[in-house]
């Protein structure tokens, strides 16, 4: 009793070195990285008789056409079009159609951005989720005018269909007023 009793002041840093040594358990053991968010990519596409038989199925409401949108063409990794307008789908779908008269049915085009790109000017029509770009340098040079021409009369006055010449040739299209 005596020995305890002369050497209690050594509990007191005995505890506090243990409680230390579990707290620096306890971290390590929650030192884990924070996962990486990757979008879901749809790899697959519909035929021309599956896509005709699911307008037949059922009147599309704006998820139905987003999704339409994400299944006819194939997304540049990164982009993101989650928040887009549902103007944009229906334009986004026009413009597929563009694709599919010029180039034939089996053609996918390709969405190289939403609203994803760093690079674009502040002004941009991307940040508001109003415009998207399309791949259009794979596309033979004498049938890229007219998929623009085409793509700007589908869409009408309410659209603007920019073909970005350049280094990073793209087809851009926004929408004129948001309002």
Known sequence: MQFFVKHLYLL???FAIAILGGVYLLIKANDRPIPKYEPKQVEETWSAEEYVRHLNLKPFNQGEVHKLLLKRTRQKPGVYLESL?????TAGIEIIHCYH?????DYVPVITSGNDYPYHLRES????????DFRI????LNKRRKIVEMA?????HRFKVLWEKGEMEHLHV??????
């Open 174 to 179: 926004e929408m004129v007023n948001i309002d």
């Open 137 to 140: 340098v794979d596309v033979p």
């Open 152 to 156: 700007q009369d589908k869409l009408g």
């Open 12 to 14: 007191a840093p005995i």
């Open 125 to 132: 029509k991307h940040y508001q989720n109003a415009a998207m």
């Open 101 to 105: 008269v010029v180039m034939g049915d």
């Open 85 to 89: 307008l549902p103007a944009m789908d």
